[in-house]
């Protein structure tokens, strides 16, 4: 099976290389670093800790571990990779020089082995769910311990991999360490192959990221010098078909509140154009972050039009919608505008953070809206009752600080991975220490 897995990579990879290539011309980011896809880039002199985190979202949430490991082990070299150019570039501003960056190339026998040739790791931690059967091989032929940190896996998924046995079990049973969020994820795991002894729940990191009081000064420096006084709502990690929907609960909440604004931010960079032609064939008044001074009094959304800003732009806010969840995508994170104390806002489709989401509206501090109307009439509600967007804000927070420490947990596993020794045992992984809140 394995054999045959790596004759179909080696003919999707130039397909895959074309559609990189493809997107290259509207960002063309997608150009640079091209010959990291294959496995190539600069030879590393030391081996250290290679962390991969496939986008922004797990860049972001693994940001607080890099920093315990370079904390606990500031002799030890870290490289992190990610598969995408918003990724390496929230990289590149949490960490700058101080990591080594790199793109994940693509699963073919060739590119892995030139790929850790190269950067030669004592340990891989894989951030959530990224289960590239070449990798895992070529780790274990190298032995190079695997763990999955924050590992989530979901049930739809099992039953896939579980038809794949040879793909992804022997590497699961030999040579990796699951830290699981969840109970319900280590079991996951253990029935497509992993060892139950080497299978602990951790918890999820995204709990212990640390945003910092620049980020509520930069929201507040944006709301006073851009935004205004006026009531401003914030769509991030918006997708396709999600724009039109917020457009119409906007034209329905500016029925009530005039001056009312929305800030929408597209997830990916290439589809800025995209939804600033949508605006436009409208007929919203609209400006564009990257070349207003300031959002003027007349225009009805911003469209932000830049990388790096969402999370400041979450903090300027009275409310914050989440994207990719009026859509089936599966949403994104909903923590990071919890933890800034603004009420959050989801669709019905949140599969990537069902029980944070579930947990977060019975906690208070998050409303689902399933369509256009509902949407708007949860944003109403938010903009006519500050006591509520404090209530919420507050509930947030609190959930926030209740489910952290999964960080230390994960340190605390690490250690004996770089010494070779294997994590004591510790029996069922359901009652292992740091079960909660997952996904």
């Known amino acids: ?13 130039p397909l895959a290389f074309a559609a990189l290539l493809a997107r290259g011309v509207r960002d063309r980011a997608y150009w640079a670093h091209l010959g990291e896809r294959f496995g190539f880039g600069r030879e590393l002199h030391a081996s250290g800790i290679w962390l991969h985190a496939v986008s922004l979202g797990e860049v972001s949430a693994a940001a607080a571990l890099l920093r315990g490991l370079r904390a606990r082990h500031p002799h030890i070299p870290l490289v992190l990779s990610t598969a995408t150019p918003t990724g390496r570039a929230q990289a590149l501003a949490l960490f700058g020089s101080q990591i080594e960056m790199r793109f994940l190339p693509y ?7 030139r790929f850790l040739e190269r950067i030669r790791p004592r340990l891989a931690i894989i951030m959530e769910t990224e289960l590239w059967p070449n990798l895992l091989h070529e780790c274990r032929r190298r032995g190079v311990p695997v763990l999955f940190a924050s590992a989530r896996l979901t049930a739809r998924s099992v039953s896939r991999y579980r ?5 992804f079990a022997p590497a699961l049973a030999h040579n990796a360490s699951i830290a699981a969020q969840t109970p319900e994820d280590a079991e996951r795991f253990i029935a497509i192959g ?6 602990r729940v951790t918890g999820n990191v995204k709990f212990d990221m640390q945003l910092g009081p620049a980020v509520a000064e930069r929201g507040r420096e944006l709301r006073r010098l851009y935004l205004g006084a006026r009531p401003v709502w914030t769509a991030g990690s918006t997708h396709e078909g999600e724009e039109q929907t917020l457009l119409r609960a906007h034209a329905a909440l500016v029925r009530t509140a005039a001056d009312a604004l929305l800030v929408l931010v597209p997830r990916h960079a290439e589809r800025f154009e995209v939804v600033a032609s949508l605006l436009a064939r409208q007929g919203v008044i609209f400006d564009r972050r990257s070349s207003a001074a300031a959002v003027r009094p007349q225009a009805s959304v911003l469209l932000a039009d830049t990388m790096g800003e969402l999370t400041a732009l979450y903090a300027a806010s009275d409310a914050a919608f989440v994207g990719g969840s009026l859509v089936p995508v599966g949403g994104h994170n909903l923590l990071e505008p919890a933890a800034l104390g603004v009420p959050v806002i989801t669709g019905p489709y949140t599969a990537n953070s069902g029980d944070i989401a579930r ?13 256009a109307p509902a949407l708007a009439r949860a944003v109403q509600r938010l903009m006519a009752d500050a006591g509520l967007r404090e209530r919420m804000g507050a509930a947030g927070r609190e959930f926030i ?3 952290r420490g999964s960080v230390e947990r994960l340190l605390e596993l690490i250690g004996p991975l770089l010494a070779g020794d294997e994590p004591a045992p510790r029996g069922d992984p359901a009652q292992a220490q740091g079960q909660g809140t997952g996904q």
């Open 107 to 113: 699963d073919t026998p060739g590119s892995m082995r």
């Open 401 to 403: 600080q209740a489910h």
């Open 1 to 13: 099976m394995r054999l045959l897995y790596g004759v179909l990579t080696r003919l999707a990879a």
């Open 194 to 199: 992993a060892q139950r002894a080497r299978t």
């Open 359 to 371: 947990r977060l509206i019975e906690r208070g501090g998050a409303l689902e809206a399933a369509d």
């Open 163 to 167: 038809r794949l046995p040879t793909l």
